[in-house]
């Protein structure tokens, strides 16, 4: 576990705000990618260093997951990418109690994929928490019908986006504003002492990314 600076080295952690955990896939998440750079722009971040991120194991990254999480003094906010994806939902009922809401971007396709074999089958239980699945039409690592499925199995609205790729910077995703909004609307929804929030109905929104329209 690895605590996130924040906007400033100084800005202490808010008390009341759930903790944001970044949940990164396999090889890790580089400097450049928008996980990165949420990481230092949330002051209740905190990023979920692996040990291996080359051969990853379930049991290693779920126990590693399931640790931070109940580390944290509040239930939990996830901002998951790839196979961080695919170990939030391996986490255990019990750990998942004490999630509030997650952010699954791009998920992974371990059943087609070697290396990653261990951590299938995916789970298709719905997930006990509001969740929001992220997909691209072009990702090279899981076919959008197979992101679908997953968010229909865990429960998940589902926002499709056309010729994202892996959602990553090499398919041109640096900040990622649309995440950003996604994440922000998450907090908002499920921010404590806020019983008048607005629910953020998106169930599927489709999302055409070179000429910035969307339509649900």
């Not at 998940?156 to 950003?180: F, M, Q, R, T």
Request: aromatic share 8%.
């Amino acid at each position: 576990m690895t605590r996130c600076p924040g906007p400033t080295e100084s800005q202490p952690m808010n008390p009341q705000a759930a903790p944001v955990l970044i949940v990164s896939g396999w090889r890790n998440s580089g400097p450049g990618h928008w996980q990165h750079q949420w990481c230092t722009q949330l002051p209740n971040a905190v990023w979920v260093e692996q040990d291996d991120w080359l051969a990853p194991t379930r049991q290693a990254w779920v126990s590693r997951l399931a640790d931070t999480i109940t580390a944290q003094a509040r239930p939990v906010i996830l901002v998951a990418h790839s196979l961080g994806c695919i170990t939030v939902a391996h986490l255990p009922p019990a750990t998942s109690a004490m999630v509030k809401a997650a952010l699954l971007v791009a998920p992974a396709d371990p059943e087609r994929r070697g290396q990653l074999a261990d951590f299938a089958p995916v789970p298709y239980q719905p997930l006990p928490y509001r969740s929001i699945v992220v997909a691209s039409d072009n990702d090279p690592f899981c076919p959008v019908r197979l992101a679908t499925a997953y968010s229909r199995a865990w429960g998940s609205d589902l926002v499709k986006l056309v010729g994202a790729g892996h959602i990553n910077v090499e398919s041109g995703h640096g900040h990622w504003p649309l995440g950003w909004g996604l994440l922000q609307a998450l907090q908002n929804e499920t921010a404590d002492n806020d019983p008048d929030a607005a629910p953020l109905y998106i169930h599927q929104m489709n999302i055409q990314t070179r000429t910035k329209s969307f339509e649900i």
